[in-house]
């Protein structure tokens, strides 16, 4: 089975990261497929002297990575295509190995149509006309093969803006052309360039099996000129093959797994009255948690610092969105008083999105740790993080704060991302569980149901997040909070969600939440006591220890 992903645009440094831990944690074969903004990136051998321009004045990034070869170019317009493949190994194989990148290229590009690529002697790659007088790259190869995997892969031109290699050495060839497939006259498009490559790839590499998720990154045609973010969710939808029309209507009666009955006790009220003598904020409240009163009656909350208001407009969610206030530098002591206070065990800590903040709000994160730690020194710590842009001083501090769980929601299937977290994405999500399972912590993601993915896609979904390391994850039935949010598709029966919580166990995941009311910080503690459980037993359970231990989370997620 070839694990195939169309990713959409990408920046270079978040896709290596995920290929990175791909090649090193996954024993599944992957082809990731995507665009880059414009970066240079350099081999382990590249010369920087073949880099002409200052990156930074024309706009760019450069990059030294862990392949072969010397400097290249990525951009809009180029296909670029990473086979993260187990690779046999011995005498010839990374040779054997690149002849095998470079004739999946040749012949996806004779299916198109373009007649006399091929090799050239000496130079890796494809080329058009290699046997004629001047011989046009347009295809650049690069790869690392250790250990039996294979990392990075091919650039293919389709029509990029070719005076972009004009500003550097390609590859440290100084007298040979750089072509495209719109400059040989073959005006393809970037699906038809994909078709064609994952077909020869899949029968090369797969026996022609494929598992092939995309990120739709279509942006919906809105008949309103000044849309509202559900029309532009709706459009969205729409591109991506859901049929919005056969939504569930808002005032249609919930299923009866999805009521929830009101309890009020003496533990809610007073976790109440403690929240608001010190000024906090939960997402518990801000976000219409159906578990609120369930977990506010045993004692349980989920703080939300940064504020209360986000600088994202997710489809799905039902925080404040207006422009965001200062930050509060005391915010940090009271949540942990209020860990104090009530005496957790277990506390968790959230955040809105501050894209506004050149940190991202990491700072705050870190702070709020600290200060718990100072108070309530035997608490867990899980912290639920937003994708901080990506940025990887602000994700070092807050992994340097060293929490007991990372959570970060991938949150719906690659094809939904962009209609339903439209500031977000995919491979970016990955790529932060990827580099926090890199530095050693705990990892958990969370998925939402019944915007109109398929089965088989959620699946695609746990086996990604699994296979960059995550150790826990939650799955849980979408509600729709209000007539300006997207739409309930459908609802999942408790049966089918308890049945993608096996699936998941099946995978290798630590702990598992499957259920219409699960939600990311649902039964927190007791992931982390399963977690903890795992860590003091590295060498697994038997067979039998394993199946019945499948069985009880099984009949848990039923219940």
């Not at 003598?277 to 506010?296: D, K, M, Q, Y």
Request: aromatic share 4%.
């Amino acid at each position: 089975m070839l694990r195939v992903r169309w990713l959409g645009r990408v920046p270079y440094r978040e896709a290596h990261v995920l290929q990175r831990a791909l090649f090193e944690r996954a024993g599944a074969d992957y082809l990731l497929m995507m665009e880059h903004p414009h970066v240079f990136t350099l081999g382990a051998r590249g010369d920087d002297a073949h880099v002409l321009v200052d990156p930074v004045e024309v706009g760019a990034d450069l990059v030294r990575v862990d392949r072969g070869g010397d400097v290249t170019y990525h951009g809009p317009g180029q296909l670029v295509a990473y086979p993260i493949l187990s690779v046999a190994m011995g005498p010839g194989a990374v040779p054997a190995y690149v002849h095998g990148i470079e004739q999946v290229v040749i012949d996806a590009l004779g299916d198109l149509g373009l007649e006399g690529a091929g090799r050239l002697d000496g130079y890796p790659g494809v080329w058009v006309d290699p046997g004629g007088p001047a011989p046009r790259k347009i295809c650049a190869i690069g790869v690392r093969v250790s250990k039996g995997r294979s990392m990075h892969g091919l650039a293919l031109n389709v029509d990029p803006d070719l005076s972009w290699f004009e500003r550097i050495v390609p590859c440290g060839i100084t007298d040979k052309a750089v072509t495209s497939l719109a400059r040989e006259g073959l005006p393809a498009s970037m699906g038809q360039v994909v078709e064609a490559v994952v077909a020869r790839a899949a029968r090369r590499w797969a026996g022609g099996e494929v598992d092939r998720q995309e990120v739709v990154s279509g942006a919906g045609a809105v008949a309103s000129q000044r849309p509202t973010t559900l029309e532009r969710g709706i459009a969205r939808l729409k591109d991506a093959g859901v049929e919005v029309s056969a939504a569930v209507p808002l005032a249609r009666r919930k299923p009866p797994w999805m009521r929830v009955e009101a309890h009020m006790g003496h533990d809610f009220l007073d976790l109440r009255r403690t929240m608001r003598s010190l000024g906090l904020v939960t997402v518990c409240e801000e976000a219409g948690c159906p578990n609120i009163f369930e977990c506010w009656d045993a004692g349980t909350a989920t703080f939300m610092i940064n504020g209360e208001r986000c600088t994202r407009s997710c489809g799905f969610c039902l925080v404040d969105t207006r422009r965001p206030l200062p930050l509060d530098p005391g915010e940090p002591d009271r949540v942990a008083e209020a860990v104090e206070r009530m005496r957790l065990r277990h506390a968790v800590v959230t955040t809105v999105a501050r894209d506004d903040l050149p940190d991202g709000g990491a700072a705050a994160f870190a702070a709020t740790v600290a200060a718990i730690r100072r108070r309530s020194p035997a608490t867990t710590v899980e912290i639920l993080i937003s994708d901080l842009k990506g940025d990887a001083s602000a994700l070092g501090v807050v992994f340097a704060s060293r929490p007991d769980v990372l959570n970060h929601n991938v949150e719906t299937v690659a094809r939904l991302q962009r209609a339903v977290r439209p500031q977000a994405g995919y491979a970016r999500s990955l790529a932060v569980l990827a580099a926090a399972k890199d530095q050693g912590l705990v990892t958990k993601s969370g998925l939402m149901v019944g915007l109109g993915e398929e089965r088989q896609e959620v699946l695609s979904a746990l086996e990604d997040m699994r296979s960059v390391g995550v150790d826990i994850v939650t799955i849980g039935q979408y509600l729709r909070p209000s007539e300006s949010h997207l739409p309930v598709a459908r609802w999942w029966p408790p049966d089918e969600l308890a049945g993608l919580g096996e699936a998941a166990m099946a995978m290798g995941f630590s702990h598992v939440e499957s259920s219409p009311l699960s939600r990311s910080s649902y039964h927190a503690g007791e992931a982390v006591t399963a977690v903890g459980r795992q860590a003091a037993h590295p060498s697994g359970d038997t067979a039998g220890q394993a199946a019945a231990s499948q069985a009880k989370v099984a009949v848990r997620l039923r219940a």
